[in-house]
C-alpha cells in the first residue's frame, strides 16, 4: 500500500511519499510511479465509509481503462475508483491540467452504482469540513440517519 501524505509510524508496510499539497493529479503524480500493479485503486484519505466489498466491487469492474464508483444521481465520484496503471500513466503524460475530471473523465471509466446497506452510510460520503467528521462520527454510532 501506498500513501501520498504525512507519515504515519504507525502503520507498517505503507509507503509514505510526501505530499505537495498541489491538488488531486500532483498527488497522483507524486505517487505513481511507485506503482508496480496493474491496477491501482485511487482514493480520497476522507471517506470513513469506503469499505473493503466497495473497493473489491470496483477492481473486478475494470474494464478497459478502469472504474469509478457513482453516487446515487450517477455522478462519477473520482477519488473512489481503480484503474489499469498503464492508462494512468499515459493520461498523466499526456495531461497538463489540474483537474481530476479533466484527467480521468477522457478514460471513459466503468461506473459502479453501490446501494447503500439499510441505515448505512453512503460509501463516497467524504468529510471536508469539522462538521463533516462529527457528522460521520454521528452516523458510526448509529446517533444519526443518513440521507
Same mark, same amino acid.
Not at 497522483?28 to 466491487?57: C, K, M
Not at 497538463?96 to 459502479?112: I, N, Y
Not at 446497506?117 to 462538521?131: S, Y
Given at each position: ?20 499539497? #498541489?491538488? =488531486?493529479?500532483?498527488? @497522483?503524480?507524486?505517487? *505513481?510511479?511507485?506503482? /508496480?500493479?496493474?491496477? %491501482?485503486?485511487?482514493? $480520497? ?48 503524460? #499526456?495531461? =497538463?491540467?489540474?483537474? @481530476?475530471?479533466?484527467? *480521468?473523465?477522457?478514460? /471513459?471509466?466503468?461506473? %459502479?452504482?453501490?446501494? $447503500? ?31
Amino acid at each position: 500500500m501506498m500513501v501520498v501524505g504525512p507519515s504515519r509510524p504507525e502503520l507498517d508496510d505503507v509507503l509514505f511519499v510526501p505530499d505537495e499539497q #498541489q491538488g =488531486p493529479v500532483a498527488a @497522483l503524480r507524486q505517487g *505513481l510511479p511507485h506503482v /508496480r500493479a496493474p491496477r %491501482v485503486a485511487l482514493l $480520497a484519505a476522507d471517506l470513513p465509509f469506503l469499505r473493503a466489498r466497495h473497493i473489491r466491487a470496483l477492481l473486478e469492474a475494470v474494464t478497459g481503462t478502469g472504474a469509478v464508483l457513482a453516487d446515487e444521481q450517477g455522478r462519477e465520484q473520482w477519488l473512489t475508483g481503480c484503474w489499469r496503471t498503464a492508462a494512468l500513466n499515459d493520461a498523466l503524460t #499526456q495531461y =497538463p491540467g489540474k483537474s @481530476l475530471h479533466g484527467l *480521468l473523465g477522457p478514460l /471513459r471509466p466503468r461506473l %459502479v452504482t453501490i446501494t $447503500a446497506e439499510p441505515g448505512e452510510p453512503p460509501p463516497w460520503l467524504d468529510c471536508d469540513t469539522p462538521d463533516d467528521i462529527e457528522r460521520a462520527r454521528r452516523l458510526a454510532s448509529g446517533d444519526d440517519v443518513p440521507g
